[in-house]
């Protein structure tokens, strides 16, 4: 059990280009959420998987953005057409189950210029 | 819609007091209430679970209460420490609300 890891640890990209991010969750770990977080706020709920079905997409996410879970492993995560205020610290977690603990991966920092 | 709050922004204590957070929820019935910390540039660290026919629950120096009739939980540092300060998120799961969604935090400081 090595964690939850991502990939990139740090993107720097040019407004208007895509970026693709990955998640690998601790095995056996059936739900996958992810998370976007800027300074100061609390983790913003993006979207979440039960194995590979994404079960719940938040509202607030424009369709620039959109995720994976093939085969109910690990996940992407792409945003589109990125602009300066997708800037933020994305953030993957991984749970056996709703009452079960998550437990989360270190991030890929984001910086759109 | 659901809606989740933490008392405060942040909350400054000294050493060996103890801390209180707070965390309501609106609009939704929790079967559970998950506690994390969150540390500068690192991902939160699950600390206490607790379920909603459960009043009360310790691990060490920690406390958390569940009120489902206030629709509140509760939790307690006793013997405050410096290494205790953090960010504090709370997290009301399971029931109605399949997915695990955080409050904004409560940014702990505890001063020697």
């Known amino acids: 059990d090595t964690g939850v890891s991502q990939d990139p640890r740090h993107k720097i990209t040019k407004r208007g280009q895509n970026v693709t991010f990955r998640c690998d969750p601790i095995s056996e770990h059936n739900r996958l959420y992810w998370y976007r977080q800027t300074l100061g706020q609390g983790p913003e709920f993006l979207t979440y998987?039960?194995?590979?079905?994404?079960?719940?997409k938040s509202r607030l996410l424009s369709d620039r953005f959109s995720a994976e879970r093939p085969k109910g492993s690990f996940s992407t995560l792409e945003i589109q057409r990125t602009e300066q205020g997708d800037s933020a610290m994305y953030l993957c977690?991984?749970?056996?189950?709703?009452?079960?603990?998550?437990?989360f991966g270190q991030g890929t920092r984001l910086t759109v210029v | 819609s659901q809606k989740i709050e933490q008392n405060s922004e942040a909350l400054n204590i000294q050493e060996g007091k103890t801390a209180t957070l707070t965390c309501n929820y609106t609009n939704y019935s929790p079967a559970y209430l998950q506690w994390y910390r969150q540390d500068p540039g690192r991902g939160p660290v699950f600390l206490l679970l607790i379920r909603e026919n459960e009043k009360e629950k310790r691990k060490e120096r920690l406390k958390v209460t569940f009120d489902t009739t206030l629709k509140q939980s509760l939790f307690h540092i006793t013997a405050s420490q410096p290494a205790d300060s953090a960010t504090y998120l709370c997290?009301?799961?399971?029931?109605?609300?399949?997915?695990?969604?955080f409050g904004k935090g409560t940014k702990l400081s505890v001063k020697p």
């Open positions: 977690a991984s749970s056996r189950a709703t009452n079960t603990e998550a437990f």
């Open positions: 998987f039960q194995n590979e079905a994404q079960l719940e």
């Open positions: 997290a009301p799961t399971g029931g109605s609300q399949g997915n695990l969604i």
